[in-house]
């Protein structure tokens, strides 16, 4: 870890904590910052707040006292999930006090160069998959973000033989100054968080501030297939390489004749890869990209190609149960992920699928439940849900109270050769406290079958 002296003797607060708060808080008091948390949990209930404050650093819990900006803070370090709208955020801002996510920290105390991952769809399994084949050509990386352990955590203990790749959300790339990956990529763009950030073009701008401070040395591996992302790329100074499924792309990865190329190289033919779902083959091509930028070998790729069946709770693999496959892709929060996963298959599927309301419709499912034989929903959307049902001709349409209960329906109406598939398409918080939580449920409830 770089000991950098940016933060000594500065007074900095730390919004919210979670887990990149409570590590955040840590090491700044560790580079010899004086930190205050502020963090919206009673500090009786908040069993991270009582360690802080057991490490020496100024806690205070149980809300965000909007005086608290009166007190002399250079810097805030905000949780990414607060928005910027939070009164504390904006009052910040006016007295141009920076904020800044964790992220950011970690960046500056790193001896590792980062591969940064972000996108609507596709960041965890592409970060996974860059992850594997860096591991398989022995080149040390270490995993950090919102599918690993917490940046700063990672970067403290990384050394300049490792690589750190990390999957980055909007809310984290908002919070960003100085961070500037080696390798940048951009999955995709479709409308997200549009509660969060307010209108698409403000969530674009925040995907885009991955690439904002690469240079020509650094690379921008970008979805050639999309004009949003291309325009993205357009304003970059990094060095970009495309990839697309669709096209041949002499200068980035593609398919050409059913098989995977890097820059007129060919990797593996695409009967060699385990991970289903046609969308896949995007996340692949990104991480095919960013691997051979990182020198790794093509022996090692093909190898993670042919065994890698997914990660958790996306398009997860569960078991096989009296004929049936069982699949938890819980982290299907949004219709598009549901599409994808249900094409992934050409079985009959039975879907479980429901969640929070945000206020749409799902008419764009509509399309693509051909081979869906019947829906069990849940949740708040399942009216929703079984009115799109409805109009794809579903004739086998049912709701139960849950996704524990959902599992058993789903048995009940299955028969051997059919798929089971949780893609809920919408938010977990509703009911779950996370995708995680739903998921692990999903998974629960199918060892429970006998």
């Not at 970059?236 to 792309?249: C, D, G, R, V």
Request: net charge negative.
């Amino acid at each position: 870890m770089k000991q950098i002296n940016h933060y000594r003797h500065k007074k900095i607060l730390v919004l919210g904590l979670a887990k990149s708060g409570v590590a955040a808080a840590s090491l700044l008091h560790k580079l010899g910052a004086f930190v205050t948390v502020n963090d919206y949990r009673p500090l009786s209930e908040n069993l991270e707040a009582q360690g802080l404050l057991e490490e020496g650093i100024t806690v205070i819990c149980g809300e965000h006292p909007i005086g608290l900006l009166e007190e002399g803070f250079e810097l805030i370090v905000k949780n990414p999930g607060i928005p910027y709208h939070n009164p504390m955020i904006i009052g910040a801002i006016e007295k141009g006090i920076p904020v800044i996510t964790e992220v950011e920290i970690a960046y500056q105390v790193s001896d590792a160069p980062f591969i940064g991952i972000t996108g609507t769809n596709g960041k965890t399994t592409t970060t996974t998959l860059i992850y594997e084949m860096l591991k398989e050509g022995g080149k040390l990386p270490l995993i950090a973000g919102n599918i690993g352990t917490v940046a700063s955590e990672v970067a403290m203990s990384a050394s300049k033989e490792n690589t750190i790749v990390i999957e980055l959300s909007s809310f984290q790339l908002m919070g960003i100054h100085e961070f500037n990956p080696r390798i940048a990529i951009l999955t995709n763009l479709y409308d997200a968080h549009l509660d969060y950030h307010g209108t698409r073009k403000d969530y674009v701008k925040a995907k885009a501030n991955i690439t904002k401070n690469q240079s020509k040395a650094e690379y921008f591996i970008v979805n050639a297939e999309q004009e949003d992302v291309m325009e993205v790329a357009a304003k970059s100074n990094a060095t970009i390489i495309p990839f697309s499924s669709k096209q041949l792309l002499g200068s980035g990865a593609y398919i050409k004749n059913g098989s995977v190329y890097f820059q007129n190289e060919k990797i593996i033919d695409t009967r060699d890869i385990a991970l289903p779902g046609t969308h896949n083959l995007e996340n692949i091509l990104s991480a095919i990209a960013a691997a051979k930028l990182s020198a790794v070998n093509n022996e090692a790729i093909f190898k993670v190609l042919n065994t890698f069946t997914g990660v958790k709770h996306r398009l997860q693999y569960v078991k096989e149960y009296a004929g049936r496959k069982f699949y938890n892709d819980s982290k299907a929060t949004n219709i598009l992920a549901t599409q994808n996963a249900i094409t992934a298959f050409r079985e009959p599927i039975i879907l479980l699928a429901g969640g929070l309301d945000r206020g749409n419709e799902f008419d764009e499912l509509v399309p693509f439940f051909q081979n869906v034989k019947a829906v069990v929903t849940f949740g708040q959307t399942a009216s929703k849900i079984e009115k799109a049902a409805i109009q794809a001709g579903i004739k086998t349409i049912i709701h139960v109270d849950n996704v524990e209960k959902a599992v058993p329906a789903a048995y009940e109406l299955s028969e051997q050769g059919d798929v089971i598939l949780l893609s809920p398409a919408c938010a977990s918080w509703d009911q779950y406290k996370t995708f995680e939580e739903r998921g692990d449920i999903f998974v629960e409830a199918v060892h429970m079958l006998n």
